[in-house]
């Protein structure tokens, strides 16, 4: 069955970087986009970025433009976001999320609380 | 990119049906067919309700329906069930080969 696994739970300072990880199995890696998306408390969702596995492109929000990158493993079968430069309007869960042909997300991660705090 | 336009909050009673409503415009929902919905219940990850603007994935109830006219996309769920209490948000593919959420609509069953 198709999983994505996600990295714990982050805490950091303001101005620090931080590295998630999305580890998926269950499907051939390289043939579906992965994205990334978060949501603040109380929020709405907010779509980050993707990745092709397969090729390794990529494509962001422009929101985040800069300071976010997002690569992948495919030996691991794993996916990574870094997000720089951060601020306290970064807290947030950030998901993981399997895209289809259809550019639906079929799957989730189970998400990774950053919290950015001095 | 702004987020798509959704109301935030609708609500009936059980057994009635309710409809949501996502207003994008002619560069995302009204473009394209590649709007999808999805259910979130607190503390959980997001599950897609329906892609492809009408779709439904197996497993998800056939009380759940999409449709859309021009730049407006919806949600129209038949014979409300009070696990269908959660917040909804619809999602569009944009010109710009980037994707937009909508801000969100909690539906409360009375």
């Known amino acids: 069955q198709v999983q994505l696994v996600q990295s714990g739970a982050e805490v950091k300072q303001p101005g620090a970087s931080v590295k998630l990880s999305c580890k998926a199995s269950?499907?051939?890696?390289?043939?579906?986009?992965l994205h990334w998306v978060r949501q603040a408390p109380g929020q709405r969702l907010e779509w980050v970025g993707w990745?092709?596995?397969?090729?390794?492109?990529?494509r962001y929000s422009q929101k985040f433009q800069g300071r976010v990158a997002v690569s992948r493993d495919t030996s691991a079968n794993t996916a990574y976001m870094e997000l720089t430069s951060l601020r306290s309007e970064d807290t947030a869960v950030y998901y993981c999320?399997?895209?289809?042909?259809?550019?639906?997300?079929?799957?989730w991660g189970q998400g990774t609380l950053v919290t950015v705090s001095s | 990119q702004s987020a798509l336009t959704q109301p935030a909050s609708v609500s009936g009673s059980p057994g009635q049906s309710i409809t949501l409503s996502c207003t994008g415009s002619?560069?995302?929902?009204?473009?394209?067919?590649?709007v999808s919905w999805y259910q979130q219940h607190p503390g959980k990850a997001p599950k897609l309700m329906i892609y492809?603007?009408?779709k439904r994935p197996s497993g998800v109830p056939a009380r759940f329906s999409g449709s859309r006219s021009g730049n407006t996309a919806s949600l129209t769920i038949s014979g409300l069930q009070p696990e269908d209490e959660a917040d909804y948000y619809c999602?569009?593919?944009?010109?710009?080969?980037?994707?937009?959420f909508g801000t969100g609509t909690k539906v409360t069953v009375l």
């Open positions: 269950g499907y051939t890696f390289t043939t579906y986009t």
């Open positions: 002619s560069s995302d929902v009204g473009g394209y067919d590649y």
């Open positions: 492809e603007v009408t």
């Open positions: 999602n569009s593919y944009t010109s710009s080969s980037s994707y937009v």
């Open positions: 990745l092709n596995p397969g090729n390794g492109n990529t």
């Open positions: 999320a399997r895209a289809t042909w259809a550019k639906d997300f079929d799957f």
